[in-house]
Nanobody, 113 residues
Framework: QVPLVESGGGLVQAGGSLRLSCVGPGDIFRFNTAAWYRHIQTEEREFVAAITGGGYATYADSVKGRFIIVRDDAKSTVYLQMNGLKPEDTGVYSC???????WGQGTQVTVAS
């Protein structure tokens, strides 16, 4: 089993919303920064959002105002709420705890017009 497991991807029309989930082991997200990255078509991996153990969130400029990252410690889960999706958001989204090199396998997000 990989340390992190993503879910919630799917097919959505432009302007729609999806919520991605990332389940981690134990209390990993209480004390470590978690992040979401994506591979969009043939482009290189792109940073999307991150949240520190203290709850401070940062976002890529391309998703500011549309995406939000939150954490539920009781469920050992980090979420990426994606609103106002655009076709260029299409890609494989992966969560990570970079400090410990924990990565999920990714979940596919496809946005159609």
């Amino acid at each position: 089993q990989v340390p992190l497991v993503e879910s919630g991807g799917g097919l959505v029309q432009a302007g729609g919303s999806l919520r991605l989930s990332c389940v981690g082991p134990g209390d990993i997200f209480r004390f470590n920064t978690a992040a979401w990255y994506r591979h969009i078509q043939t482009e290189e991996r792109e940073f999307v959002a991150a949240i520190t153990g203290g709850g401070y969130a940062t976002y890529a400029d391309s998703v500011k105002g549309r995406f939000i990252i939150v954490r539920d410690d009781a469920k050992s889960t980090v979420y990426l709420q994606m609103n106002g999706l655009k076709p260029e958001d299409t890609g494989v989204y992966s969560c990570a705890v970079p400090k410990w090199a924990f990565w999920g396998q990714g979940t596919q997000v496809t946005v159609a017009s």
